[in-house]
């Protein structure tokens, strides 16, 4: 199983990023997606999941500015960030678990990506 992460990078405060997870070796569409992210220094936090069908769920500190999407025939799932704010900074994965339900708890999801770094600056 492959889940390679990318679009990260440096932004201004009040900027957009678009992450996106590239899946392979796993038959995606049974896998429930998340997003989890890590700063210098801190745990693992939970950022948003999509289940199979579509479902989404998210951290209370990325509502309303943030909205993950899949496609199931090609394999990926998207991160879109908007509002981004300094506390965004971190280390973005992209992480899979097979019919999941959609968990806040970062080591409920077995399968991870590489990382992608986001920055934002004030």
């Known amino acids: 199983v492959q889940l390679q992460a990318s679009g990260g990078g440096l932004v201004q405060a009040g900027g957009s990023l678009r992450l996106s997870c590239a899946a392979s070796?796993?038959?995606?569409?049974?896998?429930?997606m998340a997003w989890i992210r890590q700063a210098p220094g801190k745990e693992r936090d939970f950022v948003g999941a999509?289940?199979?069908?579509?479902?989404?769920k998210y951290a209370d500190s990325v509502k309303g500015r943030f909205t993950i999407s899949r496609d199931n025939s090609k394999g990926t799932v998207n991160l879109q960030m908007n509002s981004l704010k300094p506390e965004d900074t971190a280390v973005y994965y992209c992480?899979?678990?097979?019919?999941?339900?959609?968990?806040?708890?970062?080591?409920?999801?077995?399968?991870w990506g590489q990382g992608t770094q986001v920055t934002v600056s004030s």
């Open positions: 992480a899979a678990e097979l019919f999941g339900s959609l968990s806040l708890v970062p080591d409920e999801y077995h399968y």
């Open positions: 070796g796993l038959t995606f569409s049974a896998y429930t």
């Open positions: 999509i289940t199979r069908s579509g479902g989404t």
